[in-house]
């Protein structure tokens, strides 16, 4: 069983700045790309961020030259630096990762449970 445990979310004002971060853990022999989504009501979760293992990111446009993902093979955690925030930020944050339990099984999906980025004054 895997577990993606985010943390970091908040209410921050307009051009402020929030850190995410996303420990996965239970059993897991290694991890493979993890991301970022965000959803708001009523409308598609979409992609925010991801970064495999061997560092290479991408990023919805909104995003670029704001927010950073960042991963720790080591620890099987990715974070989400986000500056300069908007109103339009504001949503649930849900981490994504692809897990793999043992060296005989395959890449599995999990999500985390969200955590809610407010961005108001």
């Known amino acids: 069983q895997v577990q993606l445990v985010e943390s970091g979310g908040g209410l921050v004002q307009p051009g402020g700045s929030l850190r995410l971060s996303c420990a996965a853990s239970g059993s897991i022999f290694s991890t493979a790309t993890m991301g970022w989504y965000r959803q708001t009501p009523g409308k598609q979760r979409e992609l925010v961020a991801t970064i495999t293992n061997g560092g290479n990111t991408n990023y919805r446009d909104s995003v670029k030259g704001r927010f950073t993902i960042s991963k720790d093979n080591a620890q099987n955690t990715v974070y989400l630096q986000m500056n300069s925030l908007k109103p339009e930020d504001t949503a649930v944050y849900y981490c994504?990762?692809?897990?793999?339990?043992?060296?005989?099984?395959?890449?599995?999906?999990?999500w985390g449970q969200g955590t809610q980025v407010t961005v108001s004054s």
């Open positions: 994504n990762a692809d897990v793999r339990s043992s060296r005989f099984f395959p890449l599995m999906n999990y």
